[in-house]
């Protein structure tokens, strides 16, 4: 039932999905088109000893880790970036670096973000030369030989990593969707207006008897006249529901709050699926002033009918007017009264 009523809510605002998907990929764009271009280039290092510094091998990878891991740890430092950028040979530049390492492996590497791909070679290449000077700067001499070897240099990137087109426009689409379904589904949380069976029987408590489906096509008795069709099976539904209610209905009262939204249509159709069923009805008009029940079964106006009946002119035998078996009877609308708001409280 919620998913039935996510996809309504979505059907009746689709438009507003629409424009903010395409919003979203306006901004995605816009982004781009907004972005500095970065350009990333990565160096690897491998910490180690000299030979015959260290008679342990066990010992010596492992204090080989400690000190990779502390050179990852003092690579983002803003003495080691401005120390990389004077060996590089620049000035002013304010790149993004990020070192990576492992507690287990003495290799690790160091990321530099640039504006320019040539500049953020240079810079990751310079930490092969200034990170162990920064360590003993920091920890004071060193009590074996470390060594510091470069395993794969950083090359230029030819192209930048960021802006990317379709990142960019992916989350600019994903955005856009997202604020579009919760737009929609506010509209449909704010929305007055009841427009489905679910929530008629939802609002009212009542049980709905059926649902005709709209057609353009303007044929005043398909119940009749297209037996096999899906209007006559939906008024044969609503047939049965009142067939089948308990108690009996023997008294139907068709209504709606505006004129024009069918009660006629569904007086006259289901009356004619009950007639069909071997069942006797009646179908009187009561609206006094437009009644359209008269050309739905061929009645004479100028006959006297539900107005005259109320007035006391004719008895409501009299002016009933039987049809054959495959319409219903009906007394006409009868000459329109002058006081019809008068008559229908008697």
Excluded at 9 to 29: E, S
Excluded at 67 to 81: F, G, L, S
Excluded at 225 to 243: H, K, M
Excluded at 337 to 345: K, R, T
């Amino acid at each position: 039932m919620e998913t039935t009523r996510y996809l309504r809510a979505f059907a009746r605002a689709w438009y507003v999905v629409l424009i903010l998907f395409i919003l979203g990929a306006l901004a995605g764009y816009g982004l781009y088109l907004n972005t500095t271009p970065q350009y990333q280039a990565s160096a690897q290092f491998v910490v180690g000893y000299a030979p015959g510094q260290l008679a342990d091998e066990v010992s010596a990878r492992l204090l080989a880790t400690q000190r990779a891991a502390a050179m990852v740890q003092i690579a983002t430092t803003e003495p080691a970036v401005d120390a990389a950028e004077r060996a590089a040979g620049l000035s002013n530049v304010n790149p993004q670096v990020v070192a990576q390492g492992s507690d287990t492996s003495s290799i690790f590497s160091v990321t530099v973000v640039d504006t320019s791909g040539a500049d953020a070679a240079r810079i990751a290449n310079a930490y092969g030369s200034i990170l162990l000077p920064q360590l003993v700067s920091l920890v004071g001499p060193l009590d074996s030989k470390v060594r510091l070897q470069v395993v794969a240099p950083a090359v230029a990137p030819s192209k930048p990593f960021k802006p990317n087109l379709k990142r960019d426009l992916g989350l600019g689409l994903l955005g856009g969707l997202l604020i579009g379904i919760v737009g929609a589904l506010l509209l449909d949380a704010f929305r007055r207006t009841i427009d489905d069976s679910d929530e008629v029987a939802a609002v009212s408590g009542l049980t709905v008897l059926g649902t005709v489906p709209k057609h353009e096509t303007k044929v005043p008795l398909p119940a009749l006249t297209d037996p096999r069709g899906i209007r006559a099976e939906s008024y044969r539904q609503i047939r049965t529901s009142l067939l089948n209610a308990q108690p009996p209905a023997h008294v139907v009262a068709v209504t709606s709050a505006s004129q024009g939204e069918g009660k006629t249509s569904i007086a006259s159709n289901v009356a004619v699926t009950i007639r069909r069923a071997g069942h006797s009805v009646i179908v009187v008009d009561a609206d006094l002033r437009r009644s359209h029940i008269g050309c739905r079964f061929l009645l004479e106006n100028n006959k006297p009918g539900l107005a005259q009946v109320l007035s006391g002119s004719v008895s409501l035998d009299s002016a009933i007017r039987h049809n054959d078996e495959a319409l219903p009877d009906a007394p006409p609308p009868g000459a329109t009264p002058p006081n019809p708001n008068e008559l229908l409280p008697s």
